[in-house]
């Protein structure tokens, strides 16, 4: 069974940073994509960053500039570096990885770690 566990969420200041970490696990083919999501109160979720097997990367606007997301294959992992985090960052992240074989797409979700902004 697929288990999708991030880490390194927590409370920070604004100007301040913080790396997150998703490791996915009980496969035994590399995710094709893996993704980082959030949800703040009152708003839907929304794509943070993403980036595929080859490398390729998307950011929203908002945090473009600011967070870098990398992955590493041998491990599984994928990371969200977040700097000069602002008060609405504040959010649940949840990491996404997505799994394609021929026509099926399967995508498996972690719980979510909770970043919290202060001012």
């Known amino acids: 069974q697929v288990q999708v566990v991030e880490s390194g969420g927590g409370l920070v200041q604004a100007g301040g940073s913080l790396r997150l970490s998703c490791v996915a696990s009980?496969?035994?083919?590399?995710?094709?994509?893996m993704g980082w999501y959030r949800q703040a109160p009152g708003k839907q979720r929304e794509l943070v960053a993403a980036?595929?097997?080859?490398?390729?990367?998307n950011y929203a606007d908002s945090v473009k500039g600011r967070f870098t997301i990398s992955r590493d294959n041998a491990k599984n992992t994928v990371y969200l570096q977040m700097n000069s985090l602002k008060f609405e960052d504040t959010a649940v992240y949840y990491c996404?990885?997505?799994?394609?074989?021929?026509?099926?797409?399967?995508?498996?979700w972690g719980r979510g770690t909770l970043v919290t902004v202060s001012s």
């Open positions: 996404k990885c997505a799994l394609d074989q021929g026509v099926r797409h399967t995508e498996y």
């Open positions: 009980g496969s035994i083919f590399r995710f094709n994509a």
């Open positions: 980036i595929t097997s080859g490398g390729s990367t």
